[in-house]
């Protein structure tokens, strides 16, 4: 049973930057086989697609509400999937989800059916 652990959020101000973390562990297969993804969910809103990215990184997908601040990233040998979060608002408050897809390959990354297995969530807080 694969087990995704997020950390690196807290209380940054507008304008500042996080960078959160996903470690991976307890799979059977290699974590190169998941597709991997950040999904969000503020107070009252559904769960959102914020990030994915494929098993070698050679697809990538933003909301278009983060595009060109945050980037996504995997190292596979860590077993670890990252978050940049750049320029933030008040907008990105939210609790932020790490997800696994345990088929590596399978399109589109933005959909949270795909998505078997999730982490616990790290608060990120954007004042103003």
């Known amino acids: 049973q694969l087990q995704l652990v997020e950390s690196g959020g807290g209380l940054v101000q507008t304008g500042g930057s996080l960078r959160l973390s996903c470690a991976a562990s307890g799979a059977s297969n290699p974590f190169s086989t998941y597709a991997m993804a950040w999904f969000r969910q503020a107070p009252g809103k559904e769960r959102e697609f914020v990030s994915g990215?494929?098993?070698?990184?050679?697809?990538?997908d933003y909301s278009d509400s983060v595009k060109d601040r945050f980037t996504i990233s995997r190292d596979n040998a860590r077993n670890t999937v990252y978050l940049q979060m750049d320029s933030l608002k008040p907008e990105d408050t939210a609790v932020y989800y790490c997800?696994?897809?345990?088929?590596?390959?399978?399109?589109?990354?933005?959909?949270?059916?795909?998505?078997?297995?999730w982490g616990q969530g790290t608060q990120v807080t954007v004042s103003s």
């Open positions: 990215i494929n098993w070698n990184g050679g697809r990538i």
């Open positions: 997800a696994a897809d345990r088929i590596a390959s399978r399109l589109p990354l933005t959909d949270l059916s795909h998505y078997d297995y």
